[in-house]
């Protein structure tokens, strides 16, 4: 199954249905996964999730109306789902910097986002191994910061390092927590360390069955390269669904195995 077919799908029906209830369980079905599974795979690979990119293509789209179709604000503000005017202002002027009654005086550097549309070919030869393996319950030890998909690419490396510093050890594992996986690109990245030391909070990681797949390195780019082309080239195929429990990056003699949680 190739991913960027089926996202191109779910694209289409997302864009076909701006002015009407859209169904996560219809875009879970589109990709064959569950609800919560789709949504971590489009945020993933489309760096906004599902609700965001819906909020922002519904306010390139009201722009449009506003200044061209000449629409009245309460009619758009319904047209587009918002409870009332004031919402819909209030999140107009998040994205452009003034209220909707203002729209026909913007003269320039008008904001927009456009409809996604990817390349279906993956060309790319890369070969990946995984294994399906069960974990039972076990204690980590760690500490974490707050961050975004924005800012995680240097957050997590950087605060890698701090505790590595403050710890006198390299963490054994490496976790991101999801704040709210279905509406949130706000999140939490955690240092763990398998034995107690000053100043870490006890986490429990759940028993749970797991794809395993190796990268040959603990550098933080190659990591993220290696996990999301697992997601683009492999994971639909595999027919299963992700559990709504934190993903593990375990880093030992120089590799990282990166732990997805399953259903199953």
Request: charged share 30%; hydrophobic share 35%; net charge neutral.
């Amino acid at each position: 199954m190739n991913i960027y077919h089926e996202l191109n799908k779910v694209i289409d029906y997302i864009e076909d249905n701006l002015e009407e209830d859209i169904s996560y369980d219809h875009i879970a079905a589109i990709l064959g996964v569950n609800v919560y599974t789709a949504k971590k795979l489009f945020s993933l690979l489309c760096n906004n999730t599902i609700s965001e990119y819906i909020r922002k293509r519904r306010l390139s789209l009201s722009f449009y109306d506003l200044t061209v179709k000449n629409e009245k604000v309460i009619d758009v503000a319904i047209k587009y789902k918002y409870e009332n005017p004031i919402s819909f202002s209030r999140a107009f002027y998040n994205f452009y910097g003034v209220r909707p009654s203002q729209a026909k005086k913007l003269a320039e550097g008008i904001k927009t986002f456009p409809k996604i549309v990817f390349k279906e070919e993956l060309n790319d030869s890369e070969e990946l191994t995984y294994n399906i393996v069960s974990l039972d319950e076990f204690v980590l030890y760690g500490m974490g910061i707050k961050t975004t998909d924005d800012k995680i690419k240097d957050d997590a490396p950087n605060f890698f390092d701090e505790c590595k510093q403050k710890f006198k050890e390299y963490p054994d594992y490496g976790m991101v927590k999801y704040e709210d996986r279905y509406k949130s690109c706000n999140y939490e990245y955690w240092c763990l360390y398998k034995k107690k030391l000053l100043g870490l909070s006890k986490y429990i990681i759940p028993k749970s069955k797991c794809i395993v797949f190796i990268i040959n390195s603990q550098e933080a780019p190659e990591i993220r390269r290696i996990s999301q082309k697992f997601y683009k080239t492999m994971f639909l195929n595999l027919q299963y669904n992700i559990r709504p429990i934190p993903e593990l990056e375990y880093y030992h003699d120089d590799i990282t195995e990166f732990l997805i949680p399953i259903e199953g």
